[in-house]
């Protein structure tokens, strides 16, 4: 007898049919004997298999006295939209930590521990659905993929594949070579094969277990002959079409600078909300230029991106309307001359100097403006060079 439990009780499950893939969370759709609503948290059980998830209010309704809904693994909180963060230095670990808390969802104590300790230099979380966030995790450390497993806990780390009991009976209904799949009739009593294990020497991607009227079914999928997973294409088109909308990180996020630190990075405050959170600490500038650096005043207004799309390499570029308060090149302390100022007050001083040596006893007003030509010259060596830009 196949039961939902829920909080009033266990119910009667007329018809339901579970999906499971390798990455993502479990799904099932439930026809239950009730006339009652049910929503929040829900135990899904067939035999000794369970599946723990919940039914959230906007996917279930009556229906010819039947309770039907749609119910997902875990909390559910993982298809919404997570807030901005921002982080520097962080391990994985607090970058899951966080996902788990906004998203509701709780980690497994099985997520593989090389996930846990891995530390990058810097990580950005932009507003999205949590399941992206967490593929950009396994982007980016040692896992395969992530999933809700049956249990409702979230799991990350690599693929094992460890082999169904030997003892598990069923009878083959029927097989597709063309899909990579088999059709098979479990007998009772027996814990239901799933994703991440190896199953007739074959590493299982893909579960649909239907139950109607008595009836047991399962249709395993397996890899195909190139090792690839062929439902996660698919499956992930299927989720962008859903939440609408990816986490950008091609764009170009016009940002004000907060402060530039000693080590001549900057503290930046997007003016985009998707991306704003708490603002972007030690950004480094990319200057398009071998061996410039650059002070930059508070208040000054950059061009905030993401070096080859990757959310841990942030970087600021492109002024926007604002200058620099000093650019060194190659380390250089000589400061540059103002070259139109300077050559004026040279002239000047020339004509003085070409006037002053051809006059064997020059006059007062000779000497008054020799005099006066030294001193413009000299003011011109002081103000005809500038701390802006400086150079080897």
């Known amino acids: 007898m196949t039961t939902l439990v829920t909080t009033a009780g266990p119910l009667n499950v007329l018809k339901a049919e579970v999906t499971e893939l390798l990455e993502g969370a479990w799904t099932a759709r439930v026809e239950v004997d009730t006339d009652d609503e049910i929503t929040g948290a829900v135990v899904l059980t067939e035999g000794v298999t369970t599946w723990t998830g919940s039914i959230k209010p906007d996917l279930g309704a009556q229906e010819h006295g039947r309770f039907i809904a749609q119910l997902v693994g875990g909390t559910g909180g993982l298809s919404g939209i997570l807030g901005v963060r921002n982080y520097d230095s962080p391990f994985l670990s607090d970058i899951l930590s966080d996902i788990m808390t906004d998203a509701g969802e709780v980690l497994s104590p099985e997520v593989d521990t090389t996930v846990l300790v891995a530390q990058v230099e810097r990580w950005s ?24 497993r049956r249990d409702g806990l979230v799991w990350l780390g690599a693929e094992t594949y460890p082999a169904v009991s030997p003892t598990f009976d069923f009878t083959e209904i029927s097989r597709d070579p063309a899909q990579n799949s088999i059709t098979i009739a479990p007998e009772d009593g027996q814990l239901l094969p799933a994703v991440g294990e190896s199953f007739l020497d074959h590493n299982v991607v893909g579960v649909v277990t239907t139950i109607e ?10 890899e195909s002959g190139n090792g690839g997973d062929r439902l996660l294409g698919p499956m992930e088109n299927l989720i962008n079409a859903f939440v609408g909308r990816k986490i950008d990180y091609a764009k170009m996020y016009p940002s004000v600078v907060k402060a530039q630190n000693a080590d001549g990075t ?10 704003r959170g708490n603002g972007f600490k030690r950004i480094q500038i990319s200057y398009g230029l071998p061996g410039v650096t650059a002070l930059v005043p508070s208040g000054g207004r950059v061009n905030l991106y993401f070096q080859n799309g990757d959310p841990k390499q942030p970087r600021a570029a492109l002024w926007e309307g604002s200058g ?19 050559v004026s007050a040279l002239d000047t001083f020339v004509d003085a100097l070409n006037t002053y040596i051809v006059v064997p006893v020059p006059s007062a007003p000779q000497t008054a403006t020799w005099a006066a030509a030294v001193v413009a010259f000299k003011l011109a060596l002081t103000t005809s060079t500038t701390s802006v830009l400086k150079v080897p």
């Open 266 to 275: 900057l503290d930046l405050t997007p003016d985009d909300e998707s991306i």
């Open 324 to 342: 620099v308060t000093a650019l060194t090149v190659d380390g250089g302390s000589e400061e540059v001359l103002r070259g139109t100022s300077f």
């Open 125 to 148: 979380r932009l507003a999205g659905p949590g399941g992206l966030s967490l593929k950009q995790i396994t982007d980016e450390s040692t896992a395969d993929h992530w999933r809700i």
């Open 213 to 222: 009227e008595g009836s047991l079914r399962q249709t395993i999928s397996w």
